[in-house]
């Protein structure tokens, strides 16, 4: 019997229903004023999401595509940057950067801790020539549930007056914790359409600032699929360059609706407030957060793994008996945490269930906890007047 | 925001996204090999959900149309059938047959009460000329969340040895509990789409033993829409007499498979289970069921209103908070009890979280409960081994 599932992974995510039918319906002329009209809204839609008044531009792919687009965009070949890495996503970025011949400077922040303003501002005052054209850092990283304090960072990188563009993965923060592309001065923002934006994957976004185009002006290294300048001039005719993922966008369009409907600073306040849960019932149930106190993501969760529980059994007991699928460590964290996704469609009653499920696998896999300590905890979290 | 719903009132019921999927394809011509071939697939499956090898059909209705069918059907003004009467339901039953001018005797039973096989036994006996045409009895009194034991009630009718019929009205057991049509001698089973089929209202369902036929063929009541007989023509051609719901048929037959898939016997199994879980976690709560003990059904849980407690602030808790969405008293109870569906496609983490959000609705409604009592009741259930 086909159960209803709890989609816990750290994106993609749970997709609501209204959602899942804008995607079901028939698929219409991408050349036609109907699409023309679509990408308008979507595009509108995404500025506002990222408060942004930058270009923003869109691609078939994944948000991996669009931190690649950045590199090949902005830079030639032996550029310098330097890269904030403190998990797979943000050295993803540096590798990526190296990968077409960029000179990286990593930042390497213990996994699991947030990169803090003054470990950019040091490389950055480092720096006397200002070779470095960029830093590229996350705004939430995934792996490891940490939130960087982005507009703390943002402002003394301005402070530092090196000319160093800033570039950002929102890719799993964009619509789940405040984002303010332009107030804070992001000049390239990167982000996907499966995590926040509660749709499946497809669909890369990136806003390119002015400061940003004078650099792609400048940039020498060869591209086609990425190329902004070429995407640009189609999408202000609201057109793609090639193929777009076009029901994805109906779905963009819908979900764009229904973060707006809801309001996108109370999307922000709902995710802070299941976060709030999953950690209150975490650390009741004697759990220990992996992400820096002070620095935990909105988004997703980091637990270490008890001692003695198996991952593997633990993700295998929540997944074949209460159907709630989370995910695992990577790379050098596998077998260390597991991480629980909650960010898009997510409200109390699932994360009640969620955490439930989590203290009854945990529980089966060998671990001591009191049954009903999550139901405790939530039940007076989600009871207090709100 | 779009909010995941846990629709539990006593049915309709939550629909697997498989089931919403078949409803949404494009409607075909209902007298083409297409349509006949899904006709045919729904009414196999139908039979086995049903255990019979009787004929069944299906009208475009709701369950209360098939009760009346059964009598405009079955019978002729001035017939005298017995009726147990103990819920909205069981006396509708009892209402269409006085509207239609039979003579009914009543069974009255409290409502929360099991009919017994004595009180019908015992009726029967009386009727020493053998006047009683039939004897109609609910199998699940949706009303008070009771379930009668229809084997054993059976076993004892037919021990009497009066020919009076049986027509069962199991719209709210079908596909949740035992029912055996067949083996237990039912001449009229009456059900529904909406309830353990998993689908939107829209279909009612009936078996018509070779017994109930022979009446059949004497009844004089005057009828169009509801008769037998050539709606039974048209569906030996696997076709209806009338525009037929054709795409519920699409979810027919999927929800149909969904079963099949599971095993009838499992989905028995699991309703017991969750109809369990229901009943431990509300009694850990300190909550009286209404129910008569060992009578508890398994698709509909009657729960009665702690003194204090107003049902329409604890339902708009539970709806407009917790996005679950329960059943109030009907008729005399009122404002006494309140009821929870747990029918057709529930799981045990999504009986976990509605039961944690009546927990927490009662304790905001002014119920004194301690907060993670209905986790710890689940938990304990759900972590032993099955």
Redesign the interface.
Same mark, same amino acid.
């Given at each position: 019997?086909?159960?209803?599932k709890?989609l816990q992974i750290p994106g993609p995510t749970?997709i609501?229903? =209204?959602v899942?039918n804008s995607l =079901?319906k028939p698929t219409i002329n991408h050349r036609g004023k109907e699409f023309e009209k679509l990408v308008a809204e979507c595009v509108a839609g995404l500025k506002d999401v990222l408060k942004t008044k930058n270009d923003v531009l869109m691609f078939p792919s994944s948000g991996s595509g669009i931190l690649e687009s950045a590199i090949v965009n902005l830079f030639s070949p032996g550029d310098k940057v330097a890269a904030v890495c403190h998990g797979v996503f943000s050295e993803r970025m540096a590798d990526i950067a190296e990968s077409h011949g960029l000179e990286v400077t990593r930042i390497n922040v213990e996994w699991g801790k947030a990169v803090k303003p003054e470990d950019i501002v040091k490389v950055l005052e480092k720096d006397e020539n200002k070779g470095l054209k960029a830093v590229c850092l996350p705004h939430n990283e995934t792996t490891s549930g940490i939130t960087n304090k982005l507009e703390d960072i943002m402002k003394a990188i301005k402070e530092t007056g090196h000319p160093a563009l800033t570039i950002v993965d929102s890719v799993s923060g964009l619509a789940c914790m405040p984002l303010k592309t332009d107030e804070w001065g992001i000049d390239i923002l990167v982000g996907g359409s499966q995590k926040g934006l509660m749709l499946p994957p497809g669909i890369g976004i990136v806003s390119i600032s002015k400061k940003a185009w004078e650099l792609v002006d400048k940039a020498t290294m060869a591209k086609w699929y990425w190329d902004y300048k070429p995407m640009k001039e189609r999408m202000e005719i609201n057109q793609f360059r090639y193929t777009p993922p076009t029901n994805l966008l109906f779905g963009l369009k819908e979900s764009l609706e229904?973060?707006k /409907?809801?309001g996108l600073e109370n *999307?922000w306040d709902?995710h802070k407030y299941i976060g709030d849960a999953v950690r209150i019932s975490a650390k009741a149930m004697g759990l220990k957060l992996f992400a820096e106190e002070g620095y935990e993501s909105n988004s997703v969760t980091a637990i270490e793994l008890p001692e003695g529980v198996d991952y593997k059994k633990l993700a295998s007991i929540l997944e074949d008996?209460? #159907? *709630?699928i989370i995910g695992g460590g990577l790379r050098k964290l596998s077998g260390k945490i597991f991480r629980i996704g909650h960010l898009g =469609?997510i409200? #109390?009653?699932?994360i009640?269930? *969620?955490m439930?499920?989590v203290?009854?696998a945990l529980? /089966?896999a060998g671990y001591k906890v009191?049954?009903?300590?999550? %139901?405790?905890?939530? %039940?007076?979290l989600?009871?207090k007047n709100n």
């Open positions: 019997m086909e159960r209803r709890y749970n609501p229903s =209204s899942l =079901s229904l973060i /409907e809801e *999307v709902r008996k209460y #159907n *709630v =469609s409200f #109390n009653t699932d009640y269930a *969620v439930g499920a203290e009854m529980y /089966e009191e049954l009903g300590t999550a %139901g405790k905890a939530l %039940g007076e989600f009871t």
